[in-house]
């Protein structure tokens, strides 16, 4: 087990273009978590998925995101027409059922851009 | 809602001396508290996690924490710092909990921890 991969681990790009991100959870989660921080802030929850299903998503996550983990297994995050203000670390995160007591594993992260 | 505040922003300490990074935490119930260390460009490792049970919690790399209901805080403790400790620290709660498990936290804003030789 390699742990919560995400790839790229950085992607520059230009305004109003689109970008896709993946993250592959370790292999027996089955809650899968984006967060996005930006410079100098905590990281902060955009949306959350059980399984294949989107359970909740954020306030921050605005219509121009959308995310999704179609077999349950690895997870995208697309970002349509980006702005400047896209521009931050996003994160993904796994765990199990029981992810109080064996916490949440996180990825490196993908560091994004936009220009 | 939950909520996390980390006072300091930054935190300079020498080279084996002692460190306190302090979290208050708010939150009715008894809350699932974590703290996470985060070395630049890279993503977050747990450092330790209270969910119940003693109120002194042993993590990796020396840290440790104190759950103090009454103070409502949380904090990060390691006796002798290494100049490989020089991080951002985050503490964090969880979110909320629905279907019988957790789904996600809420972070503060993070620590700076700077070491001095």
């Known amino acids: 087990d390699t742990g919560v991969s995400q790839d790229p681990r950085h992607k520059i790009t230009k305004r109003g273009q689109n970008v896709t991100f993946r993250c592959d959870p370790i292999?027996?989660?089955?809650?899968l978590y984006w967060y996005r921080q930006t410079l100098g802030q905590g990281p902060e929850f955009l949306t959350y998925?059980?399984?294949?299903?989107?359970?909740?998503k954020s306030r921050l996550l605005s219509d121009r995101f959308s995310a999704e983990r179609p077999k349950g297994s690895f997870s995208t995050l697309e970002i349509q027409r980006t702005e400047q203000g896209d521009s931050a670390m996003y994160l993904c995160?796994?765990?199990?059922?029981?992810?109080?007591?064996?916490?949440?594993?996180f990825g490196s992260g993908t560091r994004l851009t936009v220009v | 809602a939950q909520s996390v505040t980390q006072p300091d922003i930054h935190i300079t300490v020498s080279e084996g001396a002692s460190l306190e990074l302090r979290c208050n935490y708010s939150y009715g119930a008894t809350p699932y508290l974590f703290w996470y260390v985060q070395s630049p460009g890279q993503g977050l490792q747990l450092l330790l996690k209270?969910?119940?049970?003693?109120?002194l919690v042993q993590g990796i790399k020396g840290f440790e924490a104190e759950f103090k209901r009454s103070q409502s805080s949380f904090n990060l403790r390691k006796p002798s710092v290494h100049w490989s400790d020089a991080a951002e620290y985050f503490c964090a709660v969880v979110k909320s909990y629905s279907g019988g498990g957790a789904d996600g936290l809420t972070f503060g804003k993070g620590t700076h921890l700077i070491i001095q030789p």
């Open positions: 998925f059980q399984n294949e299903a989107q359970l909740e």
């Open positions: 292999s027996e989660h089955n809650r």
């Open positions: 209270y969910f119940s049970g003693d109120t």
């Open positions: 995160a796994s765990s199990t059922r029981t992810g109080l007591i064996y916490g949440y594993t």
